[in-house]
């Protein structure tokens, strides 16, 4: 059982270049979350999805995308990287839907540095 | 008005010592109650849960919640080295609010 897994754990990209972060949980979760981390900023909701095929936006979605695939995996796309989103990104995952009697479980994250 | 506030910190403390972190919060909705801890270069992981106002204790860790004040606590006694790291409470009703977490150091 691992839990949440983010890949990968580290990533440099140039302005204006793409990528997808990858996310999986294998606990049978309805909900999964896209965060990012920033030093006095705590932890901001971009997206999350309470169930698979459905997505919402969070806090901070500017400059972001996002696919279910299936109940297992949750992605997030950066379509043009900008240096504002050099930060750690988390996945996380819950039983149920967003808020309520509810606890989140948390990926390792992925540290991404856009130059 | 932010959700959630949490001071920041940082708090040193002596191994062996009493810890108290806090948070308010304003929204009277919130029913449940969470502590996270962080460990350097690592994701949260969920340390303790509450329903409601009351205690709760979980051998070194005890997580108050005092929802007339709109005020949780957590505390950890005879404090160690290991739980040198950020602790974050997070609440949710409706939504899911998370403080920007508090560092705590354990100097042996």
């Known amino acids: 059982n691992a839990g949440v897994t983010q890949t990968p754990k580290f990533q440099v990209l140039k302005t204006g270049q793409s990528m997808t972060l990858q996310c999986a949980q294998d606990m049978n979760h309805n909900s999964m979350y896209w965060y990012r981390q920033d030093p006095g900023m705590g932890l901001r909701l971009i997206y999350y999805?309470?169930?698979?095929?459905?997505?919402d936006k969070g806090e901070v979605p500017n400059g972001y995308n996002v696919s279910r695939l299936n109940k297992r995996e949750f992605s997030l796309r950066l379509e043009s990287a900008a240096p504002s989103q050099t930060s750690v990104y988390f996945c996380a995952s819950s039983e149920a839907k967003l808020g309520g009697t509810d606890t989140q479980y948390f990926g390792p994250g992925t540290r991404l540095t856009v130059l | 008005q932010k959700e959630v506030e949490q001071d920041p910190g940082p708090l040193s403390v002596p191994e062996g010592a009493i810890v108290s972190l806090n948070c308010t919060y304003s929204n009277s909705a919130f029913q449940y109650f969470m502590w996270y801890r962080q460990y350097s270069r690592k994701g949260p992981e969920l340390l303790m849960y509450t329903y409601s106002s009351g205690n709760k204790e979980d051998g070194r860790f005890t997580a108050q919640v005092d929802k007339s004040s709109k005020y949780i606590s957590l505390f950890i006694r005879d404090s160690q080295p290991s739980d040198s790291a950020t602790y974050l409470c997070a609440m949710s009703g409706n939504q899911f609010y998370f403080g920007t977490g508090t560092s705590l150091t354990v100097i042996p």
């Open positions: 999805s309470a169930s698979e095929g459905t997505t």
